[in-house]
């Protein structure tokens, strides 16, 4: 567009057949309120029939109670879209519960629902998605037959929220009723979610790094680990094909100092924090969450009844959708979604094939750093290609669970949203944590022993724990994936909008001197936005939340990586949502929804995990027993030695290199009669001992008391601290006996001015006033 005079507006005259007639940009009124635009590309009017099909579709919209404009420029066609006064008056009627006149009148002020932008634009685009040509057509139908190209809110005063979309606003306090009355309830909870959850990591986050530091005590006072770094006189047994050598126990004495940072008795109480943790977590969010929603006068709001009323705007011959339910339909879904865990379990085998295969791979590499630290190169890589799998499976677990979700024909969009939330949590929760799981309770544990090693495909030896133990490859997985997804997912969450916002604009043509015209231009040159924008956003936070409650006592720092992220994550939303996305459309509610469900699950799941990998996965069960049942302090009350004096020894099992397949081929086994390795077998015919029996006796009956401790420590926590606070209970008692105590004023008014006059009414109904109005009545 080169000037003023090639601008086309067209909008549609009052009471006028024909929908939209052209005038002059000077006669438009300046008091319209355009807050909805639909695009389609200018080309589309050189084709009658996708004009015809525009028109039908719009005429449809001016049937139903919606004015339409029009303004070319030089690439598309903007639509703006605005509902009449009578849109809104129906919505107030329909939503309003019914009163008296009287009633009515003398409260409009405080019942009215105020027409406010949000309303607009929430209304207007749940009309758009549902209104259909004369050939049953939806605006989907038509943007994939290229009629239309998109649809979208207007940005309109977010100047007020541009402040608050700052680096330098980190630290300050969010204007959750500013994001409220902007983007709609469900924003606005959503960063009031997210706010209270990084307030809380704070504890939490100094708690974890607490303990990680209190292991640094540990790091040379430790017992265990000088008995490991003393060790010149130990030969471990070679951990794998790739190392056909004789490893001195001492050559672990960094890694065992090491593991004894997170692997301390301290953990077991952080474990149990964590739990109590985010019991209160949760109880606390859910009375933060009550408050706003009474300040919101959102308390007694029905999400089914405003989609009933808004599906009435839209057709006033809607009928309602009953609930369904099909065994059959059920059956399915349940076996697909088996069938895609299955499948996420089966990722995790492949990272096993992977390890295996790197391993034999690492070790015949020309590189001598590789060849010396085989283990260590294939825990790193692995936790590298398991990150890559799950940005893969994402967008896989997305896609199937859509498709569940539309077999399953949800009866509403919010409960479309729900189920959908289910499934593809569920999917993610597998995709993120089998790789876990298989690290923190399995590896190690099927490999046989030496001379009789369980082997991949009869071929490759299966993969060894770390030699200073299994949770140091849990910590390393941890930290890797956690520190990549929370770093590469936060550049790419915020460079990715921002590279795409800078072409789109570099594309566009020349600004417009209309300034309407230029305000639309300027949204549609923001990236788009669609239902499932902040359905992201509370998704990465709940695998955030995962990694920072379960498998947190292998990686105390969880909680501190997670309050660093989330810092930074609050304003590149805020960012995206301001000032690189189109607004999303504002949407009513009064709380999280689905997403609370899985913060009690995932609080419920950590509690087992970080029960079992106490138990299996770190060596505190095995030093408790030793320390209490064979260490040297029994011998003697008063020694002055160290309890997990002979620890090392105790738990390492003999091994005769005669016994080896291929002694020979070992380097340096010329004078090696024996070597040690990991376990609890007999030094002869290596079957598992009574120790190991009666340590997994002790392992299985400390999961189940931490498990029941733990618990019942959430129960209490649940118990103690209400959900709702007792003011925003009274303050909803309150509204309702003076509802009651008007409509009883009321009905005494009426009943005197069909009887003549009666006696003063008592400002606070008694019994007799009550059964005297009755009597009166009838």
Known sequence: MQG??????????????????????????????????????????????????????????RRKGFHTKMIKDQ?????????????????????LEPEGPARQAEHAEATAVPVTTSLRIRIVDFVVQKNKT???????????????????????????????????????????????????????????????????????????????????SLFEASQISKEICEADNILMCPLGDHSRRYQRLSETCTFAKLTHLFDNDGTVVFAIFMALWATVFLEIWKRQRASVVLHWKLYVWDEDQEEMALELIHCPGYKLQLHQHSYLRSTVILVLTLLMISLMIGMAHVLVVYRVLASAL??????????????????????????????????????VALKLCDFEK??????????????????????????????????????????????????WKLEECHASGCMMDLFVQ????????????????????????????????????????????????????????????????MIQYGFTTIFVAAFPLAPLLALFSNLVEIRLDAIKM??????????????????????????????????????????????????????????????????????????????????????????????????????????????????????????LAFVILFEHVALCIKLIAAWFVPDVPQSVKNSVLERKYQHLCEKMRERQRLGRMRTGPQPPTPTHPTAASIFSARSTDV
């Open 4 to 61: 003023e005079d090639n601008l086309q507006i067209l909008v549609e005259p009052e009471g006028d057949s024909f929908p939209l007639m052209e005038i002059s940009p000077c006669e438009t009124e300046a008091s319209e309120q355009w807050d909805y635009v639909l695009v389609a590309d200018l080309r589309t009017q050189t084709d009658p029939r996708q004009v015809q099909q525009q028109w039908q579709f719009l005429e449809e919209l």
């Open 75 to 95: 690439k598309q066609v903007f639509f703006g879209i605005r509902a009449d006064n009578s849109v809104f008056d129906l919505y107030h009627t329909l939503l």
């Open 134 to 216: 004369s050939a049953g057509k939806t605006f989907e139908n038509l943007v994939k037959d290229g009629v239309f190209e998109a649809r979208f809110p207007l940005h309109k005063e977010e100047k007020k929220l541009k402040t608050w979309a700052q680096w330098r606003s980190m630290f300050h306090k969010q204007p959750v009723d500013e994001i409220r009355n902007y983007f709609g309830e469900k924003v606005a909870l959503y960063f009031a979610w997210l706010g209270w959850y990084t307030y809380m990591l704070v504890p939490a986050a100094l708690t974890g790094l607490v303990v990680f530091l209190s292991g640094f």
């Open 362 to 399: 690492f070790s015949s590499s020309a590189l001598p750093f590789l060849e010396e630290q085989v283990t260590t190169a294939v825990v790193v890589t692995g936790a590298l290609v398991h990150y890559v799998t799950i940005v893969i499976m994402t967008k896989v677990n997305k896609l």
């Open 410 to 459: 949800p009866r509403t969009f919010s409960e479309r949203e729900s189920r959908f939330t289910i499934r593809f949590f569920t999917l993610q929760f597998f995709t993120h944590f089998s790789s876990l799981i298989y690290i923190a309770f399995i590896l190690g544990r099927i490999n046989g022993h030496p001379g009789k090693s369980t082997r991949l495909a009869g071929l």
């Open 478 to 541: 941890m930290a890797i994936i956690m520190g990549l997804k929370q770093t590469l997912s936060n550049c790419a969450e915020y460079l990715g909008p921002w590279l795409a916002h800078k072409w789109r604009s570099k594309q566009a043509s020349a600004p417009a001197r209309d300034p309407e015209l230029g305000d639309w231009q300027r949204n549609y040159l923001l990236n788009p936005v669609n239902t499932f924008s902040l359905f992201d956003e509370f998704m990465e936070m």
């Open 578 to 699: 301001v000032r690189l996305q189109r607004r999303l459309v504002p949407r009513k509610a009064k709380d999280i929804g689905t997403w609370l469900q899985v913060l009690e699950t995932i609080g419920v799941l950590a509690v087992i995990a970080n029960g079992m990998v106490i138990a299996f996965t770190s060596e505190f069960i095995p030093r408790v027993v030793y320390k209490y049942r064979y260490s040297p302090c029994l011998k003697e009350a008063n020694s002055t030695v160290d309890c997990l004096t002979g620890y090392v020894n105790h738990s390492l099992s003999v091994f005769y290199t005669k016994d080896f397949q291929d002694p020979d081929g070992i380097k340096g086994s010329e004078n090696v009669t024996h070597c040690r390795y990991r376990d609890y077998r007999h030094p002869r015919h290596y079957t598992l001992t009574r120790k190991f029996w009666f340590l997994l006796a002790i392992r």
